[in-house]
């Protein structure tokens, strides 16, 4: 399991859950789980991108547990979920509906948010039974479907095969990446975050990432490496919100627009000039609102149909 070295104080420090619960998944994976706000509040549901954690939530935690219930929890292998060898879209997509039997009532709707690979965790569940019974909306943060490496611009050199090749090495890189330095900071900047980021979320993130363990992070690499969810993207029917910033380079604004194009019930499509990868830590506000948009559009007003 992970170091979790995540900061300590200020926005980004991640609040204490109200209750923790274990998860398991269909192969027997453990999910540790939080659950943050008001047990009568309507549910949020929020699942984590590659190398991050339940800490990478702070902001959103922080802000919506005033009057939702948010649950958040870690992707195996991160943070508090034991590593599995099963680094799928399906154990992906069974993770999600574990944590979704565990944490809702049967029938109870919530919207789904998912960052990058929380994403794609999303998609990979777009056709299960257990997650149309509970999903009302979905956020889509930073995130695609296929294609991933030929269209990173972490590496600045023309699209092509050594551009792909160079980028697969990167991104599969079984180095450690070692203590949180300036360097290290300079080069997570880079990569993942819009060049007017404040350093106080360049810290955040990094010291997320840096806690993943490397044989986590290459594992899941591969799988990202090989990914092909566009046929999932047609069927997620539900109300559906994107959100990208122009800055990406992990998963830039193509497969954004690409999402938009295809996704039967588009109800959003936000791209964000100057912001990067980590768009929920960038721009909390934004995204933020964004869920309280759609619970208040498709949980609550529900609700109130139904009443």
Request: proline share 8%; charged share 20%.
């Amino acid at each position: 399991m992970s170091r979790l070295t995540h900061v300590a104080f200020g926005p980004y420090a991640p609040p204490t859950p109200d209750r923790v619960l274990t998860a398991v998944s269909a192969d027997g994976a453990r999910l540790h789980v939080e659950v943050h706000g008001p047990d009568d509040a309507p549910p949020v549901v929020l699942a984590h991108g590659w190398t991050c954690s339940t800490a990478f939530w702070a902001a959103q935690i922080r802000e919506l547990a005033v009057d939702h219930r948010v649950i958040a929890y870690d992707q195996r292998g991160h943070g508090r979920s034991p590593a599995s060898p099963a680094c799928t879209t399906e154990a992906l997509a069974d993770d999600l509906e574990a944590v979704l039997a565990k944490t809702l009532a049967p029938g109870e709707k919530a919207v789904i948010v998912g960052h990058s690979m929380g994403g794609m965790t999303v998609l990979a569940a777009s056709a299960r039974p257990r997650f149309r019974d509970h999903a009302a909306a979905v956020l889509l943060c930073s995130t695609g479907s296929s294609r991933l490496v030929a269209e990173s611009l972490v590496v600045p050199l023309p699209a092509g095969r050594v551009r792909t090749w160079l980028t697969a090495r990167i991104l599969g890189s079984r180095a450690p990446l070692g203590p949180v330095t300036p360097v290290a900071l300079r080069i997570l900047k880079y990569a993942t975050m819009g060049a007017g980021s404040a350093p106080h979320m360049v810290e955040a993130c990094a010291r997320i990432v840096h806690a993943c363990p490397r044989a986590v992070r290459h594992a899941w690499s591969r799988m990202l490496d090989a990914l092909d969810l566009d046929h999932a993207v047609r069927e997620l029917r539900l109300p559906t919100a994107v959100v990208v910033g122009t800055a990406d380079r992990m998963t830039p604004p193509v497969h954004a627009r690409s999402l938009v194009a295809a996704l039967p019930h588009c109800v959003g499509s936000t791209e964000l000039p100057g912001v990067g990868h980590m768009t929920p830590v960038e721009a909390p506000e934004l995204v933020t609102g964004t869920i309280r948009e759609l619970v208040s559009a498709y949980v609550t007003d529900a609700v109130k149909e139904g009443a």
